[in-house]
């Protein structure tokens, strides 16, 4: 270990480890400034502080190639973090998010930087909204309660558009399907069973 002062403070502060890893601290008067730990096997993190020492941001860099980077307010919470995974797909996590029914919100992209997935999640780890797009590019979107029961789910594909509906436990109640030719057909079920069926062809029949 080697570690530098400047008028008695501590300003600098290298460790090496048998395994030939390492860490290193810079101080600004007195204050953790700056944390960079390498390790064995090449993975790098490193720590930013502000001014009073608390944790700003934290960049992670792995031996396989992904990385992340998080960022804190100024009590030290996390906010945002960005992982960038070694197939060059993206995951941006949001916390503590304000305003609306869900807190944290996950979105990630593919190798082109195209967003196949979204999911929100309420403040108890509930879901709140899950969207998923494929790649012939039909969309799925589900919707939950403030509880994390599934409400409704929207499937969109090139030929048409089907909304079912749940109850509370689970089961579905009601199917709606609008087709790219203009008909519609609406489909109700009482405890998983079809009760009733409706259909609007394309010629208003």
Same mark, same amino acid.
């Given at each position: 270990?080697?570690?530098?002062?400047?008028?008695? /403070?501590?300003? !600098?502060?290298? %460790?090496?480890?048998?395994?030939?890893?390492?860490?290193?601290?810079?101080?600004? &008067?007195?204050?953790?400034?700056?944390? &960079?730990?390498? @390790?064995?096997?090449?993975?790098?993190?490193?720590?930013?502080?502000?001014?009073?020492?608390?944790? /700003? =941001?934290?960049?992670?860099?792995?031996?396989?190639?992904? !990385?992340?980077?998080?960022?804190?307010?100024? #009590?030290?919470?996390?906010?945002?973090?960005?992982?960038?995974?070694?197939?060059?797909?993206?995951?941006?996590?949001?916390?503590?998010?304000?305003?609306?029914?869900?807190?944290?919100?996950? +979105?990630?992209?593919? #190798? =082109?930087?195209? /967003?196949?997935? /979204?999911? @929100?999640?309420?403040?108890?780890? =509930?879901?709140?909204?899950?969207?998923?797009?494929?790649?012939?590019? %039909?969309?799925?979107?589900?919707?939950?309660?403030?509880?994390?029961?599934?409400? !409704?789910?929207?499937?969109?594909?090139?030929?048409?558009?089907?909304?079912?509906?749940?109850?509370?436990?689970? +089961?579905?109640?009601?199917?709606?399907? +609008?087709?790219?030719?203009?008909?519609?057909?609406?489909?109700?079920?009482? &405890?998983?069973?079809?009760?009733?069926?409706?259909?609007?062809?394309?010629?208003?029949?």
């Amino acid at each position: 270990t080697d570690s530098a002062y400047t008028d008695g /403070v501590i300003a !600098s502060k290298v %460790t090496v480890n048998a395994d030939h890893s390492t860490e290193s601290l810079i101080y600004n &008067a007195g204050i953790i400034a700056q944390e &960079a730990i390498v @390790r064995a096997d090449g993975s790098k993190n490193t720590k930013t502080f502000d001014a009073s020492g608390n944790l /700003v =941001s934290d960049v992670a860099q792995n031996s396989d190639g992904s !990385s992340s980077s998080t960022l804190y307010d100024a #009590a030290g919470v996390k906010t945002k973090m960005h992982v960038a995974n070694s197939d060059a797909s993206h995951d941006t996590y949001t916390y503590n998010i304000d305003g609306q029914s869900y807190t944290t919100e996950l +979105q990630h992209a593919d #190798a =082109s930087g195209k /967003v196949t997935e /979204v999911t @929100r999640s309420h403040a108890d780890g =509930s879901l709140a909204y899950t969207q998923i797009v494929k790649a012939d590019g %039909t969309k799925v979107t589900a919707l939950y309660d403030s509880t994390g029961h599934k409400m !409704s789910a929207i499937t969109v594909t090139s030929s048409s558009t089907t909304t079912d509906q749940y109850d509370p436990s689970g +089961q579905l109640t009601k199917q709606m399907v +609008q087709h790219a030719d203009g008909s519609f057909t609406t489909k109700i079920y009482t &405890a998983t069973v079809l009760t009733a069926h409706y259909v609007v062809n394309a010629d208003g029949t």
